[in-house]
């Protein structure tokens, strides 16, 4: 048991996906997962182990925002020893061609966060990338399964509510959307030579002022959590 995370020794696969909402990882070990077993409710980020497609994985809640999902993702790699981990969000979408639903990998993650700084002090500016074996077989297979995927960076942003954030600049830059989390999940992965990916959902667009609601972002995702889930068993 870490400080955060209830499960004993080897109730956490060495592959997890990593919702930010409890809701969601519910949702997901209870539509994709056989022989689901309940590791943690501290704080109700639910934990889950089951059987995807005759492998072992796990779906651990983060919380939302950097600090909160570096909590999570220190101690799944520290302390359990997960190697692989995969973060299925939503994003506000920035890039004009996206749409709701369409699904974004994170090639790279820009963020207006200090953590990278905090971490590399002033004469790094680190940059938080995917594993690419991860984003290769994710694409591929969201290719295979025509999906419509985009591949590129994204923001993680640190606050939500942020009037300072110009994001006319960002989108003639390139950025094709918006989270909270990414950053931090690439650095530390890094960090304990792990390998880690993050697939979004786009649930709104920033620009366009289009919307899902809450209860489709909690539980009508499920292409983003298929294709996570064979990106890992496949």
């Given at each position: 048991?870490?400080?955060?995370?209830?499960?004993?020794?080897g109730?956490?696969?060495?592959?997890?996906?990593?919702p930010?909402?409890?809701?969601?990882?519910?949702?997901?070990?209870?539509?994709?997962l056989?022989?689901?077993?309940?590791?943690?409710?501290?704080?109700?980020?639910?934990?889950?182990?089951?059987?995807?497609a005759?492998?072992r994985?796990?779906?651990?809640?983060t919380?939302?925002?950097m600090?909160?999902?570096?909590?999570?993702?220190?101690?799944?790699?520290?302390?359990?020893?997960?190697?692989?981990?995969?973060?299925v969000?939503?994003?506000?979408?920035?890039?004009?061609?996206?749409?709701?639903?369409?699904?974004v990998?994170?090639?790279?993650a820009?963020?207006?966060?200090?953590?990278?700084?905090n971490?590399?002090?002033?004469?790094?500016?680190?940059?938080?990338?995917?594993?690419?074996?991860?984003?290769?077989?994710?694409?591929?297979?969201?290719t295979?399964?025509k999906?419509?995927?985009?591949?590129?960076n994204?923001l993680?942003?640190?606050r939500?509510?942020?009037?300072?954030?110009?994001?006319?600049?960002?989108?003639?830059y390139?950025?094709?959307a918006?989270?909270?989390e990414?950053p931090?999940?690439?650095?530390l992965?890094?960090?304990?030579?792990?390998?880690?990916?993050?697939?979004?959902?786009?649930?709104?667009?920033i620009?366009?002022?289009?919307?899902?609601?809450?209860a489709?972002?909690?539980?009508?995702f499920?292409?983003?959590?298929?294709?996570?889930?064979d990106?890992?068993?496949?």
């Amino acid at each position: 048991m870490s400080n955060h995370i209830a499960a004993s020794a080897g109730q956490i696969a060495d592959s997890v996906l990593l919702p930010g909402d409890p809701l969601r990882a519910k949702f997901i070990a209870e539509n994709y997962l056989s022989d689901v077993q309940l590791y943690n409710q501290i704080r109700n980020e639910l934990g889950y182990t089951g059987v995807y497609a005759g492998q072992r994985v796990s779906v651990q809640a983060t919380g939302m925002g950097m600090p909160s999902l570096a909590i999570y993702a220190t101690e799944l790699m520290q302390d359990y020893g997960v190697k692989r981990l995969i973060r299925v969000g939503t994003a506000g979408g920035l890039a004009p061609d996206l749409k709701l639903r369409d699904i974004v990998l994170a090639q790279g993650a820009s963020t207006d966060s200090s953590m990278i700084q905090n971490t590399f002090g002033q004469s790094i500016n680190f940059a938080p990338l995917a594993d690419f074996e991860l984003l290769h077989k994710a694409y591929a297979q969201a290719t295979a399964q025509k999906i419509n995927v985009h591949v590129g960076n994204v923001l993680g942003q640190d606050r939500f509510y942020d009037d300072e954030i110009n994001f006319q600049k960002l989108i003639d830059y390139g950025l094709l959307a918006a989270e909270m989390e990414t950053p931090a999940l690439y650095l530390l992965a890094a960090k304990y030579h792990c390998q880690a990916l993050t697939i979004l959902t786009i649930s709104n667009h920033i620009i366009t002022g289009a919307s899902t609601t809450p209860a489709e972002r909690e539980t009508t995702f499920g292409t983003m959590a298929g294709l996570a889930l064979d990106t890992l068993t496949k």
